[in-house]
């Protein structure tokens, strides 16, 4: 979670695509101290067309909307129709850094208000694009949401909110669902057990490595209380029948909070093709096997999650 791998992307020598989108930067919301922006990518294609809500990483301490790694991505998703939000929010552990000897305890209270803070103005932000829909010609009932990191945490708490009907979730229309999840490395975090679903979710894309020491591939929990990772959520998803699709990349690390969005494209133009225009219900497992990565243990306990992330 903590790394946003600026070295990662100058190595691959990522680069923004010729076609550049018109952008504009709108201010969605005031929350206190905080003036949030997002930033519109505007598809050249005419008409109404479906928009990609998107949340960086960064630990919940640091990262940029419009930071230049992104820009592949975005160009992909404009070329490919879709307007694209990228979305300042609220960083809930952006001082955790600067406090001496803090406890797990205090480490999980942090964290569970940041991913919420973080969650409602992801609401807010959705509320605006749904507000201005009309003048930006996008098709309410083809918002999609990605998240990298830290972003992929909040994009799925987001879908179980909504799913839930929880009070952040009411600032949107009552009839209002995402039409998609994208998560690079993403999972659920849960203060009171197994994350349960009112609602069915929109269909979702899990990408994650099983050698993930910073967002949970699986299961790491403390009494009820941590994360739930793709590899424990596709179980209940597999046994309700609920459309989605598990990238599952053996051995790898939590690089892969920005690999997929310059590697797996034509995975996820996919996904928005079968399974968010064609709404067809289809639960797919794609197990990846890289002779590159060696074997190592994947069995992580939940301090090793704590010392990835917060040990100083």
Known sequence: MKHIFYILFLFLGITASAATPEKHTHLYAVKGADSLYLDHYISPVEGKRPCMMFVFGGGFVGGQRDNEMYSKYFNFLTDNGYDVVSIDYRLGLKSLSSTPDISMKDV???????????????????????????????????????????????????????????PSAAVLPADFRYAGVLSYAGAIFSLKGEPKWKRTPAPIMFFHGSADRQVPYGKATMFGIGFYGPKFLVKEFNKQEWPHWFYDIEYHTHDIAGLPMFQNHNEILTFLTDFVKERRPLTITTTVRDKALKKVDTKFKIMDYFEANYAR
């Open 108 to 166: 999980i209270s942090l964290l569970n208000n940041a991913i919420n803070i973080a969650v409602e103005d992801l609401f807010s932000a959705t509320l605006y694009v749904i507000e201005n829909a009309d003048e930006w010609q996008i098709d309410t009932r083809q918002i999609v949401t990605s998240g990298s990191s830290a972003g992929a945490i909040t994009v799925l708490q987001a879908e179980n909110a909504l799913c839930n009907l929880t």
